[in-house]
């Protein structure tokens, strides 16, 4: 036992690397299911907030997000287009991330066209604006002089989804993305509490927890934490996709990092010894 | 298996794996496609912020739609913009002073009062929840931890006071919470990893060798 405990100390990390790679593809390859994707009340949250809305109402769509964190908050932003497009509702959208912007009109122009929906009429991404939460405080006073243009580079004054849009008054809702700064949190002090715009946010999960106080104190009106998050969104918009396919090998690497963690203590523990007097 | 004919997909696929190889150990090829990305994203970087800020927001309203709309205001940000660069001129680099000067007034301004109106404010109006809900059990639990834990933690990081008596067994009640969140942060970043590892996982299996069938 000892022995087998010093072993595991001198463990070489990369056998560690070996199986979590090999336990995250073994699922992806052969498609076993585990486990059933149960919604939690806060993507719940987040869907009936969307389904809420009335048709024909403009929500503002911030893909905060590079594709350093694609894996996570793509899915949730694609199933977000989807259902906003489902329920015939217009996105306006804005990317904070300088490499967000391909993103943005990749996820709006593949469920525009799955949807049949019109570029310009039915949806229009804004794309990058540099300064942070200085850009939220100045889409508060106009949003079209703060994007004359659209990602295309066409004058906002020619795309007809923006008709009428001056500022936040306009907008019943906003769907924010986010990886991080700028992103959810900027967009709760800018301009939830300053502009009472209703808000959702489908955050990475190294973030949710920053989130959780915003959800509790009804300044979101629902959260989707990662991957597991997007997994649950997908399967209540009825449309199971990238999200859920990587839930099993999700898991799978939970319960082996959990037992290495396990051992890892163990191992730990057998290391020390009470000094003999 | 169906590989995929897109060059961008085996060139993305090829700097993935480059990446990978660090796992193993440093090597060259690690370097060579961490020394591309920064370069690269330095490029994107400087190219669309010209493209989608600079030229639409300044440049176009200055210099193409001046004799429609004469915003005069935007001479000021073009002025400060360009005394930024007067750091490069040892003479007149005392210029520059006055962009930081204006920038480091402005930010902490718009963040302070963001985090008054959205944290502070909402946050303390939040944690006023009442401890008895009648007919909900879970959510009298649940508000009673919420308020407790609060209260706990905040008595830990009172430091005006030496941790005794009650204000002790307090202070290590908080500590019980803060490890509980750490414990939650910490799980919620192993998800987003592997998360991370799924993603890079499935482009290489599914867009470059075409291997998935679910």
């Keep these: 036992m000892r022995d087998f405990l010093a072993g595991l100390r001198a463990l070489d990390r990369?056998?560690?690397?070996?199986?979590?790679?090999?336990?995250?593809?073994?699922?992806?390859?052969?498609?076993?299911?585990?486990?059933?994707?149960?919604?939690?009340?806060?993507?719940?949250?987040?869907?009936?907030?969307?389904?809420?809305?009335?048709?024909?109402?403009?929500?503002?769509?911030?893909?905060?997000?590079?594709?350093?964190?694609?894996?996570?908050?793509?899915?949730?932003?694609?199933?977000?287009?989807?259902?906003?497009?489902?329920?015939n509702i217009k996105i306006i959208g804005v990317e904070l991330y300088p490499a967000g912007v391909p993103i943005g009109d990749d996820v709006l122009r593949t469920m525009g066209a799955e949807l049949g929906k019109k570029l310009g009429v039915d949806y229009v991404n804004l794309g990058y604006k540099v300064g942070n939460e200085l850009v939220m405080s100045s889409m508060g006073t106009s949003i079209p002089k703060t994007f004359p243009v659209d990602s295309r580079g066409v004058p906002v004054s020619k795309i007809p989804v923006m008709r009428g849009i001056e500022n936040f008054q306009q907008i019943d809702m906003i769907v924010s993305i986010s990886a991080g700064y700028p992103g959810t949190k900027e967009w709760v002090q800018q301009v939830v509490s300053r502009f009472h715009v209703p808000m959702i946010a489908g955050v990475t999960a190294v973030s949710a927890p920053e989130y959780y106080p915003y959800l509790q104190a009804g300044q979101l009106q629902g959260l989707l934490g990662g991957m597991a998050g997007a997994a649950e969104y997908e399967a209540l918009v009825g449309k199971p996709a990238l999200a859920t396919r990587g839930m099993d090998a999700q898991s799978l690497a939970h319960v082996f990092i959990a037992f290495m963690i396990i051992l890892g203590n163990i191992a730990f523990l057998g290391q020390r010894k009470p000094a003999k007097g | 298996m169906h590989l995929s004919s897109d060059i961008g997909v085996w060139i993305g696929a090829f700097l993935t794996l480059g990446i990978f190889s660090f796992l193993y150990k440093d090597n060259p090829v690690y370097k060579f496609c961490e020394h591309l990305f920064v370069g690269i994203s330095a490029g994107y970087y400087v190219v669309l912020t010209m493209i989608s800020s600079v030229y639409p927001n300044m440049i176009q309203p200055l210099f193409t739609n001046f004799t429609h709309d004469r915003n005069y205001f935007l001479l000021i940000p073009l002025a400060l913009g360009i005394m930024l660069f007067s750091?490069?001129?040892?003479?007149?680099?005392?210029?520059?002073?006055?962009?930081?000067?204006?920038?480091?007034?402005?930010?902490?301004?718009?963040?302070?009062?963001?985090?008054?109106?959205?944290?502070?404010?909402?946050?303390?109006?939040?944690?006023?929840l009442p401890l008895w809900v009648p007919g909900d059990a879970g959510t009298t639990i649940n508000n009673w931890l919420l308020v407790g834990g609060l209260l706990t933690t905040l008595i830990f990081f009172f430091f005006s006071k030496e941790h005794k008596g009650a204000l002790g067994g307090s202070a290590r009640v908080g500590i019980y919470f803060l490890m509980i969140s750490f414990g939650a942060s910490y799980g919620y970043t192993v998800m987003a990893r592997v998360s991370l590892l799924i993603g890079r996982v499935m482009f290489l299996l599914d867009d470059w060798l075409g291997l998935l069938r679910f």
């Design chain 1, 14 to 87: 990369r056998w560690i690397f070996l199986a979590v790679g090999l336990l995250v593809i073994a699922p992806l390859l052969f498609g076993f299911h585990l486990a059933p994707v149960v919604p939690s009340h806060r993507a719940k949250g987040f869907y009936d907030a969307i389904e809420r809305l009335p048709e024909g109402s403009t929500v503002l769509v911030a893909a905060d997000y590079d594709p350093g964190t694609r894996a996570e908050n793509y899915p949730m932003h694609l199933a977000a287009a989807r259902q906003l497009m489902r329920r």
């Design chain 2, 87 to 128: 750091r490069f001129f040892p003479r007149g680099d005392w210029l520059s002073r006055w962009p930081i000067a204006f920038i480091l007034g402005v930010y902490p301004a718009l963040r302070i009062t963001g985090f008054a109106q959205g944290d502070l404010v909402e946050q303390v109006h939040g944690t006023m």
